[in-house]
Structure formats: structure tokens, C-alpha cells
């Protein structure tokens, strides 16, 4: 889960960071489209600019040449007010030009629009500024622009623009010269400014001075600008900045009529802005067109901007749709973690809790008690009352856990009754868990019914006990097992003997089946006698000389044969070897007795037990009413209708049913009612203290008297030892004796010998 939502985490941030680098790409790719589409405009201002300066000059050489030729042919600018009439004609389809003058190639004025006789004026050549353009006009046919100079006449910035006039042999007759008005030049359409270009630049090529500089603001000083030249490192910086970009030198440049971009920063406004030129080779002039950089700018952040706020609502988006996914799967995985981490039932904790908490616990503790709790007879609660009554008293049992575990301590359903309860029992544990057990243990009420119950509990001690989650379990699970052997309701704190049973009982469990092949078990047959004298029967009795444990108790190695899954096979195991031997020995003696076979829970529980019961008997040519079965009251935990259905087929056939141990197990009166039995035996526990206290004896008497108010045919007395424990049954009516007074259990063959002492039944006649 948590793996889960860092993917989530890593895949919004993934997509994140995509969309990011997505937009920035969009938005760089915007900004450089809109430059482009900026810089693609303004070339074409400057164009268009080339071609207005260009066939605006080539307008004005027409007019001049038609002026110049009209007053040279003939003298005719001799006749002074004609000549000014036939400029004042000519010029008025230019309005532009607003001075004129004819100077002869001396240098001397011959006619102006200056009211003052030209003589007056001072010759060209005498002005410094006039001078070089003067005579450059004399070397050439073309049209020769000035550098742009301030008329006084008109107060105003103006280009002066000569030509020179040439008779048959190539002298120069005259030089016609105009001044043209920079701001209504009509050379250009000045709504460009409005509209596009910021500011229309024609530079001088020549010497860098600005031949015309018109700009969408009004500018104070005009003259400065017109009077100096750019400066040469700005120069310098504009052709290599326009080298670069069109990759041409400037030569090539020059000649090839292409227009280029750059940004610069303008010497007049200080101002950033974006440059178009071409250059217009026919009057060595640069054909400038200026954008402002911010304007640009502003364009690209709005566009940009657009883009921003798009992003930024995607973005938004996407995190709150990542937000509700996490919360979503935030939910899921807390119901998810709620539901592997607690009972369904109760709502206590689980074992998984316990598995991913271990670490937690154990640096929280530092040490602490394991309990592990086994509620007891719960099973039968259920048999009883049905599992929704169970359901709902396990209910009630994990709340009054999850109560005192709230103080101080975890609570945990580890299965069906078993409950783990992790404390710290303070200085007194014994006495802790005491008032904890009786805390637990009081009576809990479900639908107005009242259970009286007790508990078991295995106690573990971290870190004695175990370090480890697992050996901990493990030992709170050992001392919960044998807290449960004996009796219900005890308190075991686990110890080294514990676990040393455990392992022993592990041992047995592993020897058993290589036993049974290897027949290492045997029998022995203790006799049963009829008070006084007569053999009534033969209890056959297992016993296992292991070559590894050496001789092992029955009543160590059935219960573990028992607990896992081998009786059955250890049983059939028995019966055959019982029956084969007591019905040689039946045979051989000609003496008839009851053969008594111990058989566990499981092993009479086995389907397929009363079959192969039949089949053995059979075949050693014994007869059913020949066998009695012994079981114990444990059996009366199980299912209580087959078993009886079980036992009555049995008793039909002719088996006798004897109850052993009488008074250990926790059989009902009612129910020994309902169980078809032959016998029943008296519990060695109460034949040892008959003589001597008072209870056994009356409990010895009071199963004697059981035993016949039901009618049963035999009350046997276990384990009689001594004449007056004999003698003390036989007076309260006990009929029959089985114990080291009479004989202890003896091997076939000594068996065999015994029988030839003792009075004995020729024919089966017990009853
Ligand atoms: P149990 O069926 O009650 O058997 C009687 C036990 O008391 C036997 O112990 C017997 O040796 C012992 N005993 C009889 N008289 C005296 C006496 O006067 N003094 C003393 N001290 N002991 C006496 P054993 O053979 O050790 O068997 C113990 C238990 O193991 C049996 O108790 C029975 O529950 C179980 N067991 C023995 N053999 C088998 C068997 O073949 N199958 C099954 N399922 N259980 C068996
Ligand atoms: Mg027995
Ligand atoms: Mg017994």
C-alpha cells in the first residue's frame, strides 16, 4: 500500500514535471514564433522602406533632370523670375522640396528660392558641410545626397540632395541642388509608425550620420541627432550583429537586396529594440525599421501568459485530481489496513497487527508479559447456544480485553478462543494476572443468558522468554498447552520444563510411525478378577521400548499419538496384535475371558474404526461380546448423537462398553444416562485414598452406586493395591478388580501361566 501511494506520488509528479516541460517547450516555441513573426514584419517594413527611399530619390532625380535640363538648355535660368517659375511648377508635384538652388561648378549661387540676390550668397565652396558633397556632385551624373543639415530658412531638418548638369563634352554646366524636408518627406507612408515600425532610419553608409530619423515620438532635439554619427563601435557591433544573422558578409549583404533582424539597443533613446535593415545600394543608405523590444515582449508575455494560466489551471487540475485519487485510495488502503489488521469479528486486533507491530511493541515495552488466552469450552457455548450466541460473547469478551488493554497493554484475536494480551505486569505478576484473570472471567450475558466460563492462559516474558516475536508466541503457546493438560482455568508461566515436554513430545511424535513399522510396541495384559477368584478379563496394555527415548509411557506417548492424527493407525496396530495373542492364548488355555481395549477419542471417532474392529476380530475367530471398549469421558466432547448412534450398533453386535477413570472427566450424570454401557471403572485416584480420606470414599461409593442403580453389568475397581482398599469396595458392592493386589500387567506368555493358577470361566458366562 504504501508502495502504491509513492507510485501515485512518483506518477503525479511524473506527469507534473511532463505537462511542466510540455509548456515551457509550447512557451519557448510561442515566444520564438511571435520574435520570428515580429522580425518577418518588420524585414518587411524595411523593405518597404528601401523601396519608398528608393523610388522617392529616383522621383526627385527625375524632377531635378527635368528642371536642370529645362534652365541649362539655353541659359534660360538667366531670366531669373522665369527659371524660379518653372521650379516653383516643377516642384510643386513634390512638395517636399522646399529650398532650391543652381550653382555654377565655381561654387557660386546663379539662382535660389531666397528672395536675396544670389550673388549675395556666399559661394558653396566657402561651407564646410556643403563643400565635400559639393564636389563628389561634380565627379558624377548621378544624384548626390548631402549629409541632412538644418535650414535655417525654414527651420526645419533637411536633405540636401544635388546633381550636376554636363554639356556635350562632359563639362559641368551647373549643379541643381534641393533641400527636402525630412518630416513631410512623403517619402514614406508615415502611418507605418503608427502602425508598425516604431521609428524609420535611413543611415548614411558613408559616414554613419543618420540621413533620416523619423520616430512615432516627438524627439527635442533633432538637430544632435542628424549631427552626429552613430558611434563607430555601434557601427562596428550592427554589421557583424547583421553578419550573423544572415550569415552573409557584409559585402554580400549589401548587394543582396535581403533584409535582416537583430536586437539593439538604439543610441538615441537608449532603448532596446528590434532592428530590420536592408540596404539600398543605389544611395548607399541603410533602410532601417525599429520595433521596441518591450513591445515584443509584452506580446510574448501575453501569449505566454495565456499559456501560463492554462498550465496553472492543468496543473491545478491534475494535482486535485491526484489529490482525490490519493484520498481515495488513502481511504481504501486505511479500510484495507483496518480490515488485514483487526478481527472482523471483534475488532480487535489480528495476528497480522502483531506480525507488522512486533518492532513497535518491543522497543514501546522494553519488557512485558505475553498472555496468551484460551477461553475455555467455548466449543461448547456454540453446541450449546448456536454460533451467533457465540459470536456475540466473543463480542463481549474482546471489548473487556480491548478495556483493559486501553490502560496499558495491546489486545489481539489470535483465532477462534485464543486471545494474546501483551502487558506489563508490574512487580507482582502472579498476583497481576490474577485479578486480570478474574477481571475477564466475569460472567458474561448474552440474550438474558447468563455464562459462567474460566480461562487458561500460557504466559511468555519478553525478553526471557523469547526475543523474538515468534519464539515468544511459541512459548506463551507451550505453557498455554500445558495449562490445558490438567485441568480448565490455570495460570502457567512458561519455563525451561515446558519446553523441554514440548521437545520430548516432538521427539515422540517423530519416533511413532518408525515404531509402528519397526514393531517396537508391544502388550502387556493385566488381569481383571471377578471377587474373589475368578479371572473375568485382561486389560492389554501398550508398551514401547524405544531404541532412542528408552521406555516411554503410555501416558505420555498415547495423548501425543492422539494429538497428531497417528492413533487411528497405532489403534488398528493394537487391536490386531491384542486380538491375535488372547486368541492364541484362548485357545491354548481353553479359559474364557473379557479382552478390554483402550480406545482413544480419535481412534473410535475414525470412520472406518467399527469396520476394521469387526474384521480383525474375525479374523482371530473372537466374537464382539469376547471384547469390551474402554473409553474415557474425553470422548464426550465430541459430537455427542454419533457417538452414542455409534456406540449402540456396537452394543447391538455384542461389544461391552466400559467407562474408565471413572469421576476424573466432567461427564454429567444426565449424560451417562444416555450412554448404552456394560461397565464402569472406578479411577485409581480413588481406590489410592479410599482407605484414607473420607471424599474418595464416598465418591468410590456413590459411583458404585451409579453403576448399579444403571444396571451395569461390571463395577470395576482400578489399580486396588491393597487388601483393605479390596476389602472396603467389596463391602460397598464392587464387583470386580483390576490392580497390583491382584496382578500387575503381565506379557503373553507369563499371562498364559497365570491363567493355569487362577479359576477361570470354561464357557463365557460373566454376566
Ligand atoms: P488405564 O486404561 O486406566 O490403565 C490402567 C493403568 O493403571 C495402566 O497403566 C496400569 O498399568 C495401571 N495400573 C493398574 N493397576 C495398578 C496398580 O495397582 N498400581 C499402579 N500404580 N498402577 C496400576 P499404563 O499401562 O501405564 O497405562 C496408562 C494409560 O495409558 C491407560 O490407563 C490408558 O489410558 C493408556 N493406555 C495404555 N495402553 C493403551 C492402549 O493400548 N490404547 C490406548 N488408547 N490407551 C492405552
Ligand atoms: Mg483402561
Ligand atoms: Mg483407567
Redesign the pocket.
Known amino acids: 500500500m504504501i508502495q502504491q501511494k509513492s507510485n501515485l506520488k512518483k506518477l503525479s509528479y511524473i506527469t507534473l514535471s511532463l505537462i511542466t516541460v510540455i509548456f515551457i517547450v509550447a512557451g519557448y516555441d510561442r515566444s520564438e514564433n511571435i520574435y520570428q513573426q515580429y522580425a518577418r514584419e518588420n524585414e518587411n517594413y524595411s523593405n518597404l522602406i528601401a523601396n519608398s527611399a528608393e523610388n522617392y530619390f529616383r522621383k526627385v532625380d527625375m524632377i531635378l533632370d527635368l528642371i536642370g535640363n529645362h534652365l541649362v538648355t539655353g541659359d534660360n535660368y538667366k531670366n531669373t523670375e522665369a527659371a524660379k517659375d518653372v521650379f516653383s511648377r516643377m516642384l510643386s508635384l513634390n512638395s517636399s522640396i522646399i529650398a532650391y538652388a543652381l550653382i555654377s561648378p565655381e561654387g557660386k549661387y546663379l539662382l535660389t528660392h531666397l528672395d536675396i540676390p544670389p550673388e549675395k550668397i556666399p559661394s558653396v565652396l566657402t561651407r564646410e558641410a556643403a563643400r565635400d558633397s559639393f564636389l563628389q556632385t561634380l565627379q558624377t551624373e548621378s544624384l548626390v545626397i548631402g549629409r541632412t543639415y538644418f535650414l535655417n530658412k525654414t527651420k526645419k531638418m533637411a536633405i540636401p540632395v544635388r546633381k550636376a548638369f554636363y554639356d556635350e563634352n562632359g563639362e559641368p554646366i551647373a549643379v541643381m541642388a534641393v533641400a527636402i524636408d525630412v518630416e513631410n518627406s512623403e517619402m514614406f507612408d508615415t502611418s507605418l509608425l503608427q502602425s508598425g515600425s516604431k521609428i524609420i532610419h535611413l543611415l548614411r553608409d558613408i559616414d554613419q550620420h543618420r540621413q533620416l530619423y523619423l520616430h512615432d515620438a516627438m524627439l527635442d532635439d533633432n538637430e544632435t541627432i542628424y549631427q552626429t554619427p552613430i558611434s563607430p563601435s555601434a557601427y562596428r557591433k550592427a554589421l557583424s550583429l547583421i553578419s550573423e544573422n544572415s550569415g552573409m558578409d557584409i559585402e554580400r549583404f549589401k548587394q543582396s537586396n535581403q533584409s535582416t533582424s537583430f536586437r539593439f539597443t538604439n543610441q538615441v533613446d537608449q532603448v532596446e529594440y528590434l532592428v530590420s535593415v536592408r540596404y539600398i545600394e543605389t544611395l548607399g543608405l541603410w533602410a532601417n525599421s525599429y520595433v521596441k523590444a518591450s513591445e515584443i515582449r509584452n506580446a510574448i508575455f501575453i501569449d505566454v501568459a495565456k499559456l501560463i494560466a492554462l498550465y496553472l489551471v492543468m496543473a491545478a487540475v491534475l494535482l486535485t485530481l491526484f489529490r482525490k485519487i490519493e484520498e481515495t485510495e488513502n481511504q481504501k488502503r486505511k479500510e484495507l489496513e483496518f480490515t488485514a489488521h483487526h478481527d472482523s469479528l471483534t475488532g480487535l486486533n489480528n495476528r497480522n497487527f502483531l506480525i507488522q507491530n512486533a518492532q513497535r511493541i518491543i522497543d514501546h515495552y522494553k519488557s512485558f508479559y505475553f498472555l496468551l488466552i484460551d477461553i475455555d469450552g467455548l466449543k461448547l457455548v456454540n453446541d450449546i447456544h448456536g454460533h451467533a450466541f457465540g459470536d456475540d460473547f466473543l463480542r463481549i469478551f474482546a471489548e473487556r480485553l480491548a478495556t483493559l488493554a486501553s490502560k496499558r497493554g495491546e489486545a489481539i484475536r489470535l483465532s477462534g478462543d485464543e486471545f494474546l494480551f501483551i502487558t506489563d505486569l508490574g512487580f507482582n505478576p502472579v498476583q497481576t494476572v490474577e485479578a486480570f484473570k478474574q477481571e475477564l472471567e466475569a460472567p458474561i450475558s448474552v440474550n438474558d443468558i447468563q455464562i459462567n466460563f474460566t480461562t487458561s492462559l500460557g504466559i511468555a516474558r519478553y525478553p526471557m522468554d523469547g526475543k523474538r516475536l515468534s519464539k515468544l508466541i511459541s512459548s506463551a503457546d507451550m505453557a498455554l498447552h500445558d495449562a490445558k493438560q490438567s485441568e480448565k482455568g490455570l495460570v502457567v508461566f512458561f519455563d525451561k520444563a515446558i519446553e523441554e515436554g514440548f521437545i520430548r513430545r516432538a521427539l515422540i511424535e517423530k519416533s511413532i510411525p518408525q515404531a509402528i513399522r519397526q514393531n517396537q510396541f508391544s502388550?502387556?495384559y493385566?488381569p481383571q478378577i471377578r471377587y474373589p477368584d475368578t479371572l473375568y478379563g485382561v486389560?492389554?496394555?501398550?508398551?514401547w521400548h524405544s531404541p532412542e527415548l528408552g521406555f516411554v509411557?503410555?501416558?505420555e506417548f498415547?495423548p501425543v499419538a492422539?494429538s497428531s492424527g497417528l492413533?487411528p493407525q497405532?489403534?488398528e496396530t493394537?487391536i490386531e496384535k491384542?486380538c491375535e495373542e488372547i486368541s492364541r492364548v484362548k485357545e491354548k488355555t481353553r479359559c474364557q475371558f473379557q479382552l478390554?481395549?483402550?480406545?482413544?477419542a480419535k481412534?473410535f471417532l475414525h470412520p472406518d474404526f467399527s469396520q476394521h474392529l469387526m474384521a480383525t476380530i474375525e479374523r482371530h475367530k473372537l466374537t464382539p461380546k469376547e471384547i469390551t471398549l474402554?473409553l474415557?469421558e474425553s470422548i464426550f466432547v465430541h459430537d455427542m448423537a454419533t457417538l452414542i448412534s455409534t456406540l449402540d450398533q456396537l452394543k447391538a453386535v455384542g461389544f461391552k462398553i466400559s467407562m474408565?477413570?471413572f469421576g476424573t472427566g466432567f461427564s454429567s450424570l444426565s449424560m451417562l444416562r444416555k450412554i448404552p454401557l456394560n461397565e464402569i471403572?472406578i479411577?485409581?485416584s480413588f481406590?489410592?485414598d479410599i482407605t484414607t480420606e473420607r471424599s474418595a470414599e464416598y465418591v468410590a461409593k456413590t459411583i458404585i452406586l451409579i453403576g448399579k442403580q444403571l444396571e451395569y453389568e461390571v463395577v470395576l475397581a482400578?489399580?486396588?493395591?491393597a487388601a483393605e482398599q479390596v476389602a472396603l469396595l467389596v463391602e460397598q458392592g464392587c464387583n470386580t478388580f483390576?490392580?497390583?493386589?491382584f496382578s500387575?500387567?503381565l506379557p503373553v506368555e507369563q499371562l498364559e501361566s497365570y491363567i493355569e493358577t487362577i479359576r477361570c470361566h470354561a464357557e463365557q458366562d460373566l454376566t
Request: net charge negative; hydrophobic share 35%; aromatic share 4%.
Open positions: 502388550l502387556v493385566q486389560e492389554a496394555l501398550i508398551r509411557s503410555p501416558v498415547i492422539e492413533m497405532l489403534g493394537i491384542a478390554s481395549l483402550n480406545i482413544s481412534q474402554e474415557t474408565d477413570d471403572k479411577d485409581k481406590v489410592d482400578e489399580g486396588a493395591e483390576q490392580g497390583y493386589y500387575k500387567p
